[in-house]
């Protein structure tokens, strides 16, 4: 497990006089509007004042795009030993068993939780529907408008958190730095276009900014998931850790010069098949399990199989399932595959592997503390210890939500026993005035050279 902390010649990113910029003052700041963001600044105290920035409007995040579903024993024929059991195998053995039993137990009520914030599962004789994804061994991912599940999640969220009066929603607002004193984090400098740069104290933060799949060239991610999250508390002295486990989800859409769309697990957990260009379905030479093993065992076939067949792609095939279940369960896909000129219920859809989800993170406790003090951390921003080397499907929505609580009861906690009378720190910037920002820099071709690099280098093959 790789561990790391950062030294370096300027503490704070760009130049700034805490004179000339505008302060504000929070008890608690959280730094990302996921399901892990939002879930935490409903845990906090409704007495205290909490600040969420978000860089794009607080629809826009990695959460909003999960398709597949959470994850949570609710079939009475399940257990939460299997569910702990399947997770700990997708992890490799990397997982913290104490954190997966944490987590795993709490999942049906944080489910139950979301269903009382108004979110709407789909429902099938009256109960929630369950299906299975790869490393599941039983029906257990509930999910919503087919496969939308975390558009509905994050409908109902908003919605919650929008309703209560101590919390400020601040969108386009991007995050420059933390703000750091005597080893602690005393909020961070923003920047939007309302305010520029703008102080904001805050007694406690909250880092839920999500993932890094930006970083790639092939990746499920939208534009926002560029790993600012983690540069930022990195340079603020927090540890960071295994950094190295990027997931790559293995069926993204493959079109020549087009966007890059997921294409859901739960489609090869309603019985999906890949084939390759010659039509052979390939799974069964690298994983009992078939299209339904874990995902970087599919991610590795699927790269292997491309290989072997020259071919820039490899097939799901859906026309065998039934046409009715392929219009109820995946309406998204459909509608995404219809504007590329393919009828999933007949045609092959072209995929490939693309980066999915930064396992590791921000180092944090089973409360979500950082190694900063003053500083939390939750969701895909962090490194808990539930994932190990690989995420079972259908988790990471389960994890922004039991850590999300606990992060803002954590942080809720602490800022209730800080008194009110914060202190302006004279912080300042170690930039000279002979030194360059950089303002001549060619950004999308550094941005192309180094996605393409990760890809390369950083990618699906690894070695020890």
Same mark, same amino acid.
């Given at each position: 497990?790789?561990?790391? +902390?950062?030294?370096?010649? #300027?503490?704070?990113?760009?130049?700034?006089?805490? !004179?000339?910029?505008?302060?504000?003052?929070?008890?608690?700041?959280?730094?990302?509007?996921?399901?892990?963001?939002?879930?935490?600044?409903?845990?906090?105290?409704?007495?205290?004042?909490?600040?969420?920035?978000?860089? /794009?409007?607080? =629809?826009?995040?990695?959460?909003?795009?999960?398709?597949?579903?959470?994850?949570?024993?609710?079939?009475?024929?399940?257990?939460?030993?299997? #569910?702990?059991? /399947?997770? &700990?195998?997708?992890?490799?053995?990397?997982?913290?068993? *104490?954190?997966?039993?944490?987590?795993?137990?709490?999942?049906? /009520? =944080?489910? @139950? *939780?979301?269903?009382?914030?108004?979110?709407?599962?789909? !429902?099938?004789?009256?109960?929630?529907?369950?299906?299975?994804?790869?490393?599941?061994?039983?029906? =257990?991912?509930?999910?919503?408008?087919?496969?939308?599940? $975390?558009?509905?999640?994050?409908?109902?969220?908003?919605? &919650?958190?929008?309703? @209560?009066?101590?919390?400020?929603?601040?969108?386009?607002?991007?995050?420059?730095?933390?703000?750091?004193?005597? *080893?602690?984090?005393?909020?961070?400098?923003?920047?939007?276009?309302? #305010?520029?740069?703008?102080?904001?104290?805050?007694?406690?933060?909250?880092?839920?900014?999500?993932?890094?799949?930006?970083?790639?060239?092939?990746?499920?991610? %939208?534009?926002?998931?560029?790993?600012?999250?983690?540069?930022?508390?990195?340079?603020? $002295?927090?540890?960071?850790?295994?950094? *190295?486990?990027?997931?790559?989800? %293995?069926?993204?859409?493959?079109?020549?010069?087009?966007?890059?769309?997921?294409?859901?697990?739960?489609?090869?957990?309603?019985?999906?098949?890949?084939?390759?260009?010659?039509?052979? @379905?390939?799974?069964?030479?690298?994983?009992?399990?078939?299209?339904?093993?874990?995902?970087?065992?599919?991610?590795?076939?699927?790269?292997?199989?491309?290989?072997?067949?020259?071919?820039?792609?490899?097939?799901?095939?859906?026309? #065998?399932?039934?046409?009715?279940?392929?219009?109820?369960?995946?309406?998204?896909?459909?509608?995404?595959?219809?504007?590329?000129?393919?009828?999933? +219920?007949?045609?092959?859809?072209?995929?490939?592997?693309?980066?999915?989800?930064?396992?590791?993170?921000?180092?944090?406790?089973?409360?979500?503390?950082?190694?900063?003090?003053?500083?939390?951390?939750?969701?895909?921003?962090?490194?808990?210890?539930?994932?190990?080397?690989?995420?079972?499907?259908?988790?990471?929505?389960?994890?922004?939500?039991?850590?999300?609580?606990?992060?803002?009861?954590?942080?809720?906690?602490?800022?209730?026993?800080?008194?009110?009378?914060?202190?302006?720190?004279?912080?300042?910037?170690?930039?000279?005035?002979?030194?360059?920002?950089?303002?001549?820099?060619?950004?999308?071709?550094?941005?192309?050279?180094?996605?393409?690099?990760?890809?390369?280098?950083?990618?699906?093959?690894?070695?020890?």
């Amino acid at each position: 497990m790789a561990r790391l +902390k950062l030294k370096t010649k #300027h503490r704070y990113l760009i130049p700034f006089n805490p !004179k000339r910029i505008p302060h504000t003052f929070a008890d608690v700041l959280i730094i990302g509007g996921g399901i892990a963001g939002i879930r935490a600044a409903l845990a906090i105290d409704p007495k205290l004042d909490v600040i969420v920035i978000t860089k /794009d409007q607080l =629809r826009e995040s990695n959460s909003a795009y999960a398709q597949g579903g959470i994850a949570g024993v609710l079939d009475p024929l399940d257990d939460v030993s299997n #569910h702990v059991r /399947d997770t &700990m195998n997708a992890g490799k053995g990397l997982c913290d068993e *104490e954190t997966v039993k944490m987590v795993v137990k709490e999942a049906p /009520d =944080r489910i @139950r *939780e979301l269903i009382s914030y108004g979110a709407e599962f789909d !429902k099938e004789n009256g109960e929630i529907a369950l299906t299975k994804e790869g490393g599941h061994s039983h029906n =257990r991912v509930a999910h919503a408008l087919g496969d939308a599940t $975390g558009k509905e999640i994050m409908r109902a969220m908003r919605e &919650m958190v929008r309703s @209560r009066g101590n919390i400020q929603i601040w969108e386009k607002t991007f995050n420059i730095d933390l703000l750091t004193h005597q *080893e602690s984090c005393r909020g961070s400098l923003v920047w939007n276009p309302y #305010h520029g740069k703008t102080f904001v104290w805050a007694k406690q933060t909250i880092m839920t900014t999500g993932g890094a799949g930006q970083l790639y060239r092939e990746t499920t991610n %939208p534009e926002i998931a560029t790993g600012d999250g983690h540069a930022i508390a990195f340079r603020a $002295g927090a540890e960071v850790r295994d950094m *190295e486990f990027m997931q790559f989800h %293995p069926t993204v859409l493959y079109i020549a010069g087009g966007a890059r769309y997921l294409i859901s697990e739960a489609v090869r957990g309603e019985g999906a098949y890949l084939k390759d260009c010659t039509g052979y @379905r390939f799974m069964e030479d690298y994983d009992p399990a078939l299209e339904l093993a874990p995902r970087d065992v599919v991610s590795n076939a699927i790269t292997n199989q491309m290989s072997l067949t020259r071919h820039p792609c490899v097939y799901l095939d859906l026309a #065998h399932i039934d046409q009715d279940v392929i219009s109820e369960r995946f309406p998204h896909i459909a509608k995404v595959c219809t504007g590329f000129g393919i009828d999933i +219920k007949h045609d092959l859809i072209p995929v490939r592997p693309g980066a999915h989800y930064m396992i590791g993170g921000l180092t944090v406790d089973e409360f979500g503390a950082t190694t900063l003090p003053g500083l939390w951390a939750a969701g895909e921003a962090s490194s808990s210890g539930l994932h190990g080397a690989n995420r079972l499907g259908s988790n990471s929505l389960l994890e922004g939500l039991v850590f999300g609580i606990r992060a803002g009861e954590g942080a809720s906690e602490l800022a209730i026993k800080q008194d009110d009378s914060f202190t302006v720190i004279p912080l300042e910037s170690t930039w000279g005035n002979e030194e360059q920002l950089g303002e001549d820099l060619d950004l999308q071709d550094l941005r192309n050279s180094l996605t393409s690099l990760m890809w390369r280098n950083v990618g699906i093959k690894r070695d020890a």
